[in-house]
């Protein structure tokens, strides 16, 4: 869908405006659930930095890559954000790389290196490989504000937590998309563009990252960040069948890899956690 739209919409006017309809519609639900929306003053802060990450780092970065990366490869690369996050968590959470996390991150990184091996093979700057590598810089950039967010806000509303960090952000783009990209009044009135942007916005934007939250505060960074990893491998499949996506070898192996890094990783974790509970039983 957000494929689709960046065929339709102005990619930066695109953006600021799902942002800010995500924002706006989670605002409303916070008043009516009778909570409170402004954040205080002491929270203004970080609640920027937070924003800067997730607006400007992960979405705008991502959007602008999608225009010259397919949809399914696009995804592959922007969710090797659980390599960052085990290496990030290990530093600023103290949940510490063990060895099969280790080596989880070495088949994501071999697997990041089949994918885009035949750009680095014939290396030259062309808007493809940038795309690229923007798109695991806006995965770096996910992996950042999850940590961040459990580091500073575990505790706090996480649906006030998500109304600022995409209202903020999601307003500077804005200002600045209206002054170098064109609004035509026929493209955002279009009954079938104006519906793809509402379920972006609300479904896929605003709630889902509400959630994404609250996920990230109850559970360890790494398992939550796994388990999401089904979604590279649903794009490359629906990419394929709707947008005619080629699914190449070095792709197909590419997310096979990091897939089986990261899936061995949270296997381990299991398994750790069942000794841990087992070893603390009474005999």
């Not at 519609?25 to 909570?35: A, D």
Request: glycine share 6%; aromatic share 12%; with cysteine.
């Amino acid at each position: 869908m957000v494929k689709h739209s960046l065929q339709v919409f102005p990619p930066f006017l695109f953006i600021s405006t799902r942002l800010i309809l995500a924002a706006l519609t989670l605002m409303l639900v916070q008043r009516v659930m009778k909570k409170s929306v402004m954040p205080q003053r002491h929270e203004w802060p970080r609640l920027m930095i937070l924003s800067a990450m997730v607006c400007l780092g992960f979405y705008t970065t991502q959007t602008f890559a999608m225009q010259f990366v397919d949809s399914g490869l696009s995804a592959v690369l922007v969710f090797t954000m659980p390599i960052f996050i085990g290496v990030l968590a290990h530093y600023f959470l103290n949940e510490y790389l063990t060895r099969q996390k280790i080596f989880g991150l070495i088949l994501g990184t071999l697997g990041l290196i089949a994918i885009l091996w035949p750009q680095l093979h014939h290396l030259g700057l062309n808007l493809s490989l940038v795309g690229q590598i923007m798109l695991i810089g806006s995965g770096l950039f996910w992996a950042m504000s999850t940590v961040y967010i459990k580091k500073y806000f575990a505790t706090y509303d996480k649906i006030k937590l998500t109304i600022w960090q995409l209202l903020l952000g999601g307003v500077v783009v804005f200002i600045g998309a209206l002054s170098f990209e064109p609004v035509d009044a026929k493209v955002w009135l279009n009954p079938l563009n104006e519906s793809l942007l509402i379920y972006i916005a609300i479904i896929g934007t605003g709630f889902a990252f509400a959630l994404w939250n609250w996920i990230v505060s109850q559970v360890d960074t790494f398992v939550a960040s796994i388990s999401i990893m089904c979604i590279p491998i649903l794009s490359l499949l629906f990419g394929a069948l709707i947008w005619h996506e080629a699914l190449t070898l070095n792709i197909v192996i590419g997310a096979a890899f990091i897939c089986m890094g990261i899936v061995m990783s949270a296997l381990t974790l299991t398994h750790q956690k069942t000794s841990m509970q087992y070893s603390r039983c009474p005999k």
